[in-house]
Each structure stands twice: as structure tokens, then as C-alpha cells.
């Protein structure tokens, strides 16, 4: 998650200066990795056990 966040930071600059659909589509391509990164890292885990009701 870190990674994304800072690849966005690093991609603002260069990409304040084009047009909006290069900006968009260069931010859903980040998004989309953290995605995938975040599948590949939970995959084949069996999903977390809910909290006991209070």
C-alpha cells in the first residue's frame, strides 16, 4: 500500500502538466497494482474469523 501511495506522490508532478486522461488512466494503473498485489498477498489464506459480538 505504501508503494502506491508513494507512486502516486512521484507521478504528481510529471503528470500535472498532461492531459486528464493520461492522468487518469496512469492513477487507475496504479490503484489496479496495489489491487493485484493485495489479491496475490491474501491468496490461498483462509479469511480472517469475525470478532465475538460484544
Known sequence: ???GI??????TVPL???A???T???AAAVLLGVAVADA???????PEVPSPPA
Do not use: Q, W
Not at 6 to 11: E, Q
Not at 40 to 46: N, Q
Open 1 to 3: 500500500m505504501t508503494v
Open 6 to 11: 508513494i507512486t502516486l506522490v512521484v507521478l
Open 16 to 18: 500535472a502538466f498532461t
Open 20 to 22: 486528464a486522461l493520461t
Open 24 to 26: 487518469s488512466i496512469a
Open 40 to 46: 496475490r498477498h491474501f491468496a490461498g489464506r483462509a
